[in-house]
T-cell receptor, first 113, second 113 residues
């Protein structure tokens, strides 16, 4: 069974559209994350979510909004997509938040045309 | 601002030798440091965690050191194998919920048979 899964795996869309990426973890973890890995392979944290507390990275545009319907899911909504949003987006989860192992999903490759 | 550097973008070594990867950081006092492995097209996979009060950690053929005075971590793979070829990322953390969790740019290791 996949521990952290993401859908879709690939997403190609036009500039200005709104899209969502879904993430689910079956590890029973309390904390989930979204990361962006750009073309230079830098992996940057965007959000972390622990139970009902959302921690936002202030450098992330407010066009990006995470939504967590329950502890096992953390979805990422992106409004008004821009060319610069093209990247690979990774979801991850961990049991706690103090150095615990993060388990990453397979990534969603987003291409904005 | 926080800055993390990894010794080189790419490192080639001969099979059987010890690979040594370096992670240096500035403007940060991390509580812990982690090393991850990332294969092409996949999400990072956790390898080792070392906390600020620890000097060295080992796991099978892997060894990591953490020098908070030098602000440096060394990651060693002994008796390297072609299967060890991947990108290795260091990551620093200090605050709750990943708010200040930062990945380095990674080193692409190639173990030549």
């Amino acid at each position: 069974d996949t521990a952290v899964s993401q859908t879709p795996k690939y997403l190609v869309t036009q500039m200005g559209n709104d899209k969502s990426i879904k993430c689910e973890q079956n590890l029973g973890h309390d904390t989930m994350y979204w990361y962006k890995q750009d073309s230079k392979k830098f992996l940057k944290i965007m959000f972390s979510y622990n139970n009902k507390e959302l921690i936002i990275n202030e450098t992330v545009p407010n066009r990006f909004s995470p939504k967590s319907p329950d502890k096992a899911h953390l979805n990422l909504h992106i409004n008004s997509l821009e060319l610069g949003d093209s990247a690979v987006y990774f979801c991850a989860s961990s049991q706690g938040h103090d150095g615990e192992t993060q388990y990453f999903g397979p990534g969603t490759r987003l291409l904005v045309l | 601002s926080q800055k993390i550097e990894q010794n080189s973008e790419a490192l080639n070594i001969q099979e059987g030798k010890t690979a040594t990867l370096t992670c240096n950081y500035t403007n940060y006092s991390p509580a812990y440091l982690q090393w991850y492995r990332q294969d092409p097209g996949r999400g990072p996979v956790f390898l080792l965690l070392i906390r600020e009060n620890e000097k060295e950690k080992r796991k099978e053929r892997l060894k990591v050191t953490f020098d908070t005075t030098l602000k440096q971590s060394l990651f060693h793979i002994t008796a390297s194998q072609p299967a060890d070829s991947a990108t290795y990322l260091c990551a620093l953390g200090g605050d709750n919920y990943g708010q200040n969790f930062v990945f380095g740019p990674g080193t692409r290791l190639s173990v030549l048979p």
